[in-house]
């Protein structure tokens, strides 16, 4: 094979202007489309091996107690039971619901003899005190829950900054003020496909081959390293396609561990995903928190100082919260203070949620923008665009309120009142992220055939990204996606990087767009002799090679292609200058409030994104409405439910955790902000989700006058803000 | 769902036993049912030991094709197709098991239905469609096509259920507003988001239909 990234480069890539783009910045249907549609695509929770074992862990059904005995008699008796393995002992403690819970995994040749098996699983336990809520956690004499070993309560160190005294004398000065306590409860990532993997295991000499939903291909092998006793090299992981993540499978955790050990003791394929009930249970969630923030303006809407006393309910995790001033500035940063500590319950660890921490501190702090333009009647827009120094942001709400009618809507700087129970209310929120990008690999080879295969070690969470891996070198190539065979999904290809906070656009595509750019020249090389033109003045298009300028010298791609004598390989690797940093977004609501029932229906979401060069805006838009649909349904339904009494979780399904459907559905309007002309490109999944939820309580607050402090929008708690506590 | 009674700590039989009882019932009404050596579920004398149920062997047709299965009274229609058939029809995704996402919606006599809420032994004969069965990855059905051209799809795990709600709903309302549709796929969960792109996906289908009749 003929590696032309030896030879010296002619150029260097460039994502080329946005006017040239035939393939990029337009509506590209994903490659895999064909097969989701049609049920084609295997996922973990499909993969069926010859001889596999169907495995289960049991969950302890509360998140304290003393394990007395775990009898596991009757179970591994039971017909088809291949493995059963206790993972406490009697005396040990169950110190949380999490994966400290589970007890036990089974293993047998169908799933429902695993089921059945676990059933028969005697378990007895002396259950103790459930300190489920930051309240529990809080009151005197709880039980320390906290798992670090030197802890003496369950709260945290707090984070403090900034100078309290000076805070408080520029609030003083301050011309109007608004404090308030806003409760945001936790909330769970839902992957439709609940965490597993299915372990095929090797001889030592082999390769085992795990599949694995995971954020990581690359780096599940050494996640699984110690587990199996070999060395990464000899694992081999696959996700050819995976059913969502948002930040909850980074690694393969207690549910992989048990999936490796089990095909290691038993030398059979394991298949281990976890139920659903399980899923909420130990799979992770994103961290509440209780935020009393105090903020204060002058009279022109330029916030002046500001103060956050924060806690984060992580569950035995820290959680996450990004100190004040969210993304408002305040006019001299030394008048913001702020405290902000984790409160530990004896609960399942926060995991990184899509924008960790973000959504939480947008919920506080554009609800006290909105309060304080009401108090000083100034526009909602316009407060905003006093107090947010990138002038993307600006033009970003300007786009948002046309296009969700503000110009027309009557009450812009104080909130609407009802007229026959029914009140309707506009709102908005902005967004930022900074998804950055690493170093990743990507190998491009062209074989005489005219065949082209882009690879990486990337995965698709639904993202898209296996189409850019194509499509990225179709427009470089001047070729039809469908002529490039994206691969992915598999470790042993060249590395990229774990999913996790938008880096993955802008860490893998700067890589595809060397690789191809180098393959390009690897090609115009061998045009020197035939077409006679150096290398760097040929336009690749329509399948076609010409010289620049001449277009009578020109050659189909399938008679370049005949011109390789062996496969050409071009290696491309993460180049900074392709690769964004940076990005910004403003969404806006309108609702419906019904102020006699209390509730609450979106009528239209508006989000504005930029993110450098859209690769492909159909998958933009389905990102962007993406992130406005779990907005909404973490702002008007969702919420973990404990029994406080036990500790039982009681939103253990679907039935009793909701998420938002297609009737919770209003209009949506996806905008790529095409202003943003910067010449490289970026991720940006994380930005979309985080102002939705704000904006929608903003609408409520416009509406009618009702500022919810508490997530979710339900009925009661709207009729709660109206009209007190009933 | 809970693995154990809570208050005993021990697997708690009862109700496993009632639904049995009601599952053999509707079976032998059906008249469908042969049982295998292993033999039909017995009176099950100790709840805690006893397996409650032997297996049956049965006939589905699914996709138009008879496909011999072997499952227990209890068995859903939705472990037959992904785990007990072989080989094994896994494009119908389980999601929650309880009737609640639409991951696993197939038509049953024509009609939308959960899988994981239907019992095998009582679609013994009846045509079943999963989403195998509009199309495959080189011939789509319009709905299929669709999806992909809107991108009604992300991650891809909700698709088969809302390709198969979708064929469903404009089948039964070919001329379904959005909000007509909105209830119709209502009993649909997406997590990624997908929702305005299927409302759009489905829009572009009844236009199709609408033109392809007007060309008629
Ligand atoms: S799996 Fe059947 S409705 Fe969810
Ligand atoms: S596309 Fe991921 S759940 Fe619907």
Redesign the interface.
Known sequence: MSSSSRGAQASEPSWGKRSDLDVLNR?I??V????????????T??V?LPGML?ARV??H??PRAEIESIDLE?ASE??GVVYVEALKEPGDAVRYLGDDAVLAVVAAE???QAA?A????????RRLAPVVTPAQALEDGAPVVSRRRDADSNVGRANERGDEAVADAALAGAVAVVERTFEIPIQH?????THGHVVQPAPDDEQVTVYASTQSVGGTPRGLARTLGRDASKIRVLTP????G?GSKFGPGLEGAMAARVADQTGRPVHLML???DEFAIAGNRSGSRQTLKVGARSDGRLVGLKLDADKHGGVSGGSLPGPPYIYTVADDSAVASRIRSVFTATDGSRAMRAPGHPQASFAMEAAVDELAYLLGIDLVEMRIRNLDSEVHHRQLRRVAEEIGWGEHPHRDRPGRAENGRAVGIGFGVSVWGPGGRSSRCDVTIRPDGSVVSATATQD????ARTYVAAIVAEELGLAVNMIEARIGDSDLPPSVTSGGSVTTGSSAPAIKDAAHKAREGLEALLVDVLEAPVGSYVWRNGQVSVRGDSTRSLPWIAVCALLREPLLAQGEFRDFLHEGRIHGAQAAKVEVDTLTGRVKVLKMVACQDQGLPLNR??L???I??????ALSYGMLEQRVFDEQ?G?LLS????LYK?????E?PE?V?LIDDEDERPSVCGMAEAPVIPGHSAIAGAIHNACGARLTRMPFTADNVLETLYGKI | MREMDPSSGEPSAISRRSFLKGATQVAAAGGIIQATAAGAPAEVVDPEVETLSGTSSLELLVNGKARSVEVQPRTTLLHALRTHMDPPLTGTKEVCGTGSCGACTVLIDGQPAYSCLSLAVTCAGRPVTTVEGFGSADAMSDVQQAFCDKDGMMCGFCTPGFVVATHAALDRSPKASLDELKYELSGNFCRCGTYPHVFDAAAAVQEDRARGEEGR
């Open positions: 509506d249907p994903r895999d489309g064909p097969v989701k549609a049609t049920g084609e695509a295997i996922y929770h499909d069926r169907w049991l969950v059904p509360v009757v039971m017909p169908t799933p429902d059945d676990l059933r028969a699983i005697k378990v007895k336990a990532h839902v992957c439709l496909e396609h995976m059913g969502g948002f139920t659903r009930s969470l639904g993202t898209g159909l998958a838009r389905s990102q409405n993406g992130g406005m649909v779990q036990d039982f253990d399904n679907l039935d998420i938002a459907g297609a009737q559905m949506m996806a």
